[in-house]
T-cell receptor, first 116, second 115 residues
Framework: AQSVTQLDSHVSVSEGTPVLLRCNYSSSYSPSLFWYVQHPNKGLQLLLKYTSAATLVKGINGFEAEFKKSETSFHLTKPSAHMSDAAEYFCVVSDPASSNTGKLIFGQGTTLQVKP | GEEVAQTPKHLVRGEGQKAKLYCAPIKGHSYVFWYQQVLKNEFKFLISFQNENVFDETGMPKERFSAKCLPNSPCSLEIQATKLEDSAVYFC?????????????FGSGTRLTVV
């Protein structure tokens, strides 16, 4: 069965320093992977997606993620954190091999705190 | 830009009352999905539609939950006889393709509080 594990429940960085949010998945060889951000009391906003094209994916607001099949990872990075990046981040997988209906599996979420 | 519109934003119901939530997908998106966020970090899939047809309802508690997507109307999720455990944020998402090749766009959610 497919699953998603976000390795850190909470990450704290200083403004201007790099961000790394880690995600590992268990899936078939060709999953679709997404990162979504949720600000307090708001909906989910798509940051970026991997759907079997380039393994390095660039998203909005300076975020990017690299799909590494050998490590079954899809870590999210940003070179320089901004105060407005403080939010909850979800790694999400859609695996056509086990769920041909487009059902998404969500990671447990990582709370990103950005300190001044 | 285009967005998935969910109404109402907040809904308070007494235990046993009915709750009805609405979702207008992005025009041109054939697929609609409903998710329930019970705790901050727990999302549960409920049901998906391809146009007005149910595609996958494996997540629906069928005895009290029902959903529809009718032509030229917002999709709806209805809970008969709400229970305290139904308190959650309900998200609707729409997409152009079933497998998310173009991503899934989520609405801002409806927060249901059952008291």
């Amino acid at each position: 069965a497919q699953s998603v594990t976000q390795l850190d429940s909470h990450v704290s960085v200083s403004e201007g320093t790099p961000v790394l949010l880690r995600c590992n998945y268990s899936s078939s060889y060709s999953p679709s992977l997404f990162w979504y951000v949720q600000h307090p009391n708001k909906g989910l906003q798509l940051l970026l997606k991997y759907t079997s094209a380039a393994t390095l994916v660039k998203g909005i607001n300076g975020f990017e993620a690299e799909f590494k099949k050998s490590e079954t990872s899809f870590h999210l990075t940003k070179p320089s954190a901004h105060m407005s990046d403080a939010a909850e981040y979800f790694c999400v997988v859609s695996d056509p091999a086990s769920s041909n209906t487009g059902k998404l599996i969500f990671g447990q979420g990582t709370t990103l705190q950005v300190k001044p | 830009g285009e967005e998935v519109a969910q109404t109402p934003k907040h809904l308070v119901r007494g235990e046993g009352q009915k709750a009805k939530l609405y979702c207008a997908p992005i025009k041109g998106h054939s697929y609609v999905f409903w998710y329930q966020q019970v705790l901050k970090n727990e999302f549960k899939f409920l049901i998906s539609f391809q146009n007005e047809n149910v595609f996958d309802e494996t997540g629906m508690p069928k005895e009290r939950f029902s959903a529809k997507c009718l032509p030229n109307s917002p999709c709806s999720l209805e809970i008969q006889a709400t229970k305290l455990e139904d308190s959650a944020v309900y998200f609707c998402a729409s997409s152009q393709s079933r497998l998310g090749d173009y991503g899934y766009t989520f609405g801002s959610g409806t927060r249901l509080t059952v008291v």
